[in-house]
Nanobody, 126 residues
Framework: QVRLVESGGGLVQAGGSLRLSCAAT????????MGWYRQAPGKQRELVAT??????????????PYADSVKGRFTISRDNAKNTVYLQMNSLKPEDTAVYYC?????????????WGQGTQVTVSS
C-alpha cells in the first residue's frame, strides 16, 4: 500500500528557511499530483503548493500552483526517481506556523485515489 512520510519540520526564527520532504512508497501510478497542505490552529486546512507528475509549473485548471501567501518564498519540486516531493520554504514568517501535510492523488482511468502523510510541525518564532 502507499505510504507518505514527511520530514524536515521544526522550529525556526522568522526569516529563516526549512526544507520539507515527503517520500512516497508503494505502487504509485505515473499520472499523479503531489502537494503540500497546512493547517494552523483554529483554521481550516489550506493548499500551499502542488505539482503534477508531468512537471508542469501549473496544474491544469489551477490558476497557480502556490497559495498567494507563499508565492515568491516557497518552491515545490519533485524527484520522480525517488518518488519524493520537496517544499523549500524561505523567508519564513510567524504566520507560516502550521502542521504541514503531504498529499498524493493518483489517476488511473476512472480510478482516483488520495493519500495523506502524518503531518510535520513547522513553527516560526518572531
Amino acid at each position: 500500500q502507499v505510504r507518505l512520510v514527511e520530514s524536515g519540520g521544526g522550529l525556526v526564527q522568522a526569516g529563516g528557511s526549512l526544507r520539507l520532504s515527503c517520500a512516497a512508497t508503494g505502487t504509485i501510478f505515473s499520472i499523479n499530483t503531489m502537494g503540500w497542505y497546512r493547517q494552523a490552529p483554529g483554521k481550516q486546512r489550506e493548499l500551499v503548493a502542488t505539482s503534477s507528475s508531468g512537471g508542469s509549473t501549473t496544474v491544469t485548471g489551477a490558476k497557480s500552483p502556490y497559495a498567494d501567501s507563499v508565492k515568491g518564498r516557497f518552491t515545490i519540486s519533485r524527484d520522480n526517481a525517488k518518488n519524493t516531493v520537496y517544499l523549500q520554504m524561505n523567508s519564513l514568517k510567524p504566520e507560516d506556523t502550521a502542521v504541514y501535510y503531504c498529499n498524493l492523488r493518483t489517476f488511473y482511468s476512472t480510478q482516483i485515489q488520495e493519500f495523506w502523510g502524518q503531518g510535520t510541525q513547522v513553527t516560526v518564532s518572531s
